[in-house]
């Protein structure tokens, strides 16, 4: 078992070295492969992630907008709470919850 070991892929026979030298070269390019194929699924996995973020934090700021514009709307008294579910989009329970929250009178 020791001889083994000793050869070196110089002491094969040209035709012999040069398969296993394509197969060194092909084991070299497919582990390439796997690592470029994992690099730009983490880079494709980041981005949509960013994406997916800011789309969230969007439509939570346009929630935010929409509910302060309720509370506005409710603390002024000028319109009924049906009105405002029309104008926010808000539902009719989400306005009752926020005049709770915000200690604004009862209809």
């Known amino acids: 078992m020791g001889a083994l070991r000793d050869i070196l892929p110089s002491d094969f026979p040209e035709e012999v070295r040069l398969a296993f030298e394509r197969y060194q070269d092909d084991l070299h390019y497919q582990a390439s492969m796997v690592e470029s194929s994992y690099t730009i699924g983490v880079i494709k996995g980041e981005k949509r992630g960013r994406e997916e973020g800011r789309a969230e934090g969007r439509a939570e700021g346009q929630m935010e907008g929409?509910?302060?514009?309720?509370?506005?709307?409710?603390?002024?008294?000028?319109?009924?709470?049906?009105?405002?579910?029309?104008?926010?989009?808000?539902?009719?329970?989400?306005?009752?919850?926020?005049?709770?929250?915000?200690?604004?009178?009862?209809?």
Not at 88 to 95: K, R, V
């Open 66 to 107: 929409k509910r302060e514009v309720a509370v506005k709307l409710l603390a002024s008294g000028s319109l009924d709470v049906e009105a405002i579910a029309e104008i926010t989009g808000l539902s009719i329970e989400e306005l009752q919850g926020l005049k709770q929250e915000h200690g604004l009178r009862k209809e």
